[in-house]
């Protein structure tokens, strides 16, 4: 077999032109199924790791109040667009036992005013218990200055990074929301750069920022600290006559259902005649997991067909070196080599440029998917990610590499194998 091997390699550099081109059928292939299947792996390392930070066991409901950017004229306009009933959330943790912490939330755009800019804003109403349990659900809710909030019914204010920065606003400064003043006592740190402002308008109003949509996702939803105003649950009720929060975030007891936790609280919330919508972390990451899968699936497919052409252009190579090489083959059979090593002779210098074209591919994929990742990381502005080479892609990439190069080489070697010696010394 060592023999072989050798002869095979002998014969693979007596044409290195003809060999790299072959090889380089192969390591296209290679190189695109590598990327592919470690960047996705990686988007899907990092995705996991996001939710285990915030944990599998939480319940988020949102489609409340709050969102459609108006102070109702009327304290009975409260729900969800279509409901009329407020949300009661002392029967739903009594409805519902496997609730632990739950906080709400209420995010609506409000009319603001300093001394020198009027205009509107996100204004984002949170109880002491959410800030308490659920404060990574906001993002980067680190303060810069100043302290939280003292009491839940203070009228005070923590302003977002960016946004302090646009109005001129520091810890003790005092803002106007919706008519009632509130002193600012905190303000974030920036998570984004800070936009260039250029002069501002005569009539000195803000440049709007939209809350989203009531189908927006709720987790990125609560992510954006940069453009809001944060103040007390019970002050945002207080101006906006709604008792009904629009995000209500719950952590399911340990060692209970998630799932059926989430069914008990479709049921209550369906009794009390309220429309929001239920999301777990749970259900999100499977379906997350199950759409990047899928995608993995298809590129990697399409990627696959230039692995199939390579193939093709191998065996085409092959075939080509045995019709060469027909006197070497009735050389080798005169002197007493069997069919089945001629065979192995063709099928092992196949396999062996396939292998040399899945190494290289994987050393180029490695390489371009960790461009790849670091461009994806800031188009998608969701930081960086590392791409994900494990032991299975790497070891399953040679061992398809080999295979594949010896299958395309098998027919040419059985044409080989077959030749008589007389009449492959013979032939020209």
Known sequence: MNNLVRLAWRNIRSRRARSWLT???????????????????????????????????????????????????????????????????????????AIGDMGALANVVLPIS???????????????????????????FRLAAGTGFSTSSA????????????????????LEVAGSPFVVVGVLEATAPPVQAGPAPATGSLARTAAGSQGLNAFRALTNTDDAIFVPYEQLSRLTGQASPSTVAIRIRKGLSVSDAVSGI?????????????????????????????????????????LLVGAVGMMNTMY??????????????????????VLALFVIDSGLM??????????????????????????????????VFGADLIVGVLGLSFVLGAVSGTWPAWNA???????????E
């Open 266 to 306: 479709r049921a209550e919330l369906a009794r009390q005649g309220v429309q929001m919508n239920v999301i777990s972390t749970e259900e999100l990451a499977k379906s997350i997991q199950s759409g990047i899968g899928l995608i993995e699936g298809v590129l990697a497919s399409i990627a696959g067909i230039s």
């Open 23 to 97: 090889v380089l059928g192969v390591l296209i292939g290679v190189t695109a199924i590598v990327a592919l299947i470690s960047i996705g792996a990686g988007v899907r390392r990092s995705v996991l790791k996001q939710f285990e930070t915030i944990g599998y066991d939480l319940v988020v409901l949102s489609g409340g109040t709050g969102q459609r950017g108006e102070v109702p004229q009327r304290p009975d306009v409260q729900g969800a667009p279509g409901s009329s009933r407020v949300l009661d959330l002392t029967a739903l943790r009594r409805a519902v036992p």
């Open 320 to 341: 080509t070196a045995v019709l060469e090489r027909r006197r070497e083959i009735g050389i080798l059979k005169a002197v007493g080599a069997t069919d089945g090593q």
């Open 417 to 427: 194998s077959r030749m008589e010696p007389v009449q492959a010394l013979t032939e």
């Open 354 to 387: 396939g292998l040399a074209g899945g190494f290289l591919g994987l050393v180029f994929g490695a390489g371009l998917s960790m461009v790849g990742a670091s461009v994806l990381g800031r188009v998608l502005a969701g930081g960086s990610f590392r791409p």
């Open 114 to 140: 300093t001394e020198t800019l009027s205009g509107s804003l996100r204004v984002v109403g949170a109880n002491e218990e959410f800030l308490k349990s659920f404060g990574s659900l906001l993002g980067s």
């Open 155 to 174: 009228s005070e204010a923590i302003v977002g990074g960016r946004t302090a920065e646009r109005l001129g606003l520091s810890v003790g400064s005092t």
